[in-house]
């Protein structure tokens, strides 16, 4: 069982950066991959960025490469813009999910990025 706490969100200027977290707990984390995705207000969820269990392969949606970087602990987003706003989740999956959200088997609840124009 692993269980996922995210925190770090907020809000933000456009041009500005945030630091999200996702808190990982359970003796099997080590073998997942961590994922992230974001919801916006009457938006699927769509995919971010993820990383493989040994931090060795990551991959970004179009819309944020150059801008975040995943680590397995942080995603740190740089050169914020309003359309990033939404709520922010971690997701863990076994060896790496990629952008499947059917791949991650266990999900944090959400941190609110607001970002003002």
Not at 31 to 38: I, L, Q
Not at 43 to 54: G, P, Q, Y
Not at 55 to 64: H, L, P
Request: charged share 15%; with cysteine.
């Amino acid at each position: 069982q692993v269980q996922l706490v995210e925190s770090g969100g907020g809000l933000v200027q456009a041009g500005g950066s945030l630091r999200l977290s996702c808190a990982a707990s359970g003796r099997t984390f080590a073998t997942y991959g961590v994922g992230w995705f974001r919801q916006a207000p009457g938006k699927e969820r769509e995919f971010v960025a993820a990383i493989d269990w040994s931090g060795g392969t990551t991959y970004y949606a179009d819309t944020v490469k150059g801008r975040f970087t995943i680590s397995r602990v942080y995603l740190q987003m740089n050169s914020l813009k309003p359309e990033d706003t939404a709520i922010y989740y971690c997701a863990a999956a076994k060896s790496f999910g990629g952008s499947d959200p059917n791949k991650y088997n266990y999900w944090g609840q959400g941190t609110q990025v607001t970002v003002s124009s």
